[in-house]
């Protein structure tokens, strides 16, 4: 994809990218520094990536597939989102919404898969007791693909199995 950077003297503060083609314009503020300006490239441009993987992957059809492949109940939506840096996915049980984040949009389908059964099991058991392990541990690549996020390196204190479900009681597991 091929990048090009616009500079605009209104522009104050804030950057914005636009896909034309194959070229991604990133519009800046005259006044950025080289350092900035190569920052705010390499931000949009992994945005951009993960937008056109993200599209790559049909994630409520997959939940539907998993859901009743292990015999989890189905959520209400499912979506990628673009705000989470500290956790690969989050539910809320009461909504039964699943959002998992754009991040992961790369990985291999096995380690989307176990995030997404992470997630589902929850609309099942809202905490990480045992009832909640055995209905995660139904996928058989959980271990593997939780050995996957580690050497991915769990960034932003991530820890395996960080899922930040919405209505999990402060303070839970």
């Not at 083609?21 to 350092?35: E, F, N």
């Not at 960034?155 to 930040?164: D, F, I, K, L, V």
Request: glycine content about 6%; proline content about 6%.
């Amino acid at each position: 994809m091929e990048i090009r950077v616009v500079r605009s003297a209104r522009r104050r503060k804030t950057v914005q990218a636009r896909l034309d083609g194959d070229v991604l314009r990133v519009m800046i503020p005259a006044g950025a520094s080289a350092a900035q300006e190569a920052a705010y490239v390499e931000n949009m441009r992994t945005r951009f990536e993960r937008r056109t993987m993200t599209a790559d992957v049909d994630l409520p059809a997959r939940a539907l597939i998993l859901a009743a492949r292990y015999g989890l109940p189905a959520a209400t939506t499912v979506r990628w989102v673009s705000n989470q840096r500290a956790r690969w996915g989050s539910c809320s049980p009461a909504s039964r919404a699943i959002r998992i984040s754009d991040r992961i949009a790369g990985f291999p389908t096995w380690v989307v898969d176990a995030v997404l059964v992470h997630e589902l099991a929850h609309l099942a058991q809202p905490d990480h007791g045992p009832v909640w392990r055995a209905l995660v541990q139904r996928y058989p690549k959980t271990e593997r693909a939780t050995g996957f996020l580690i050497a991915m390196g769990l960034s932003h204190g991530e820890r395996p199995g960080a899922c930040g479900d919405d209505d999990e009681p402060a303070g839970s597991p």
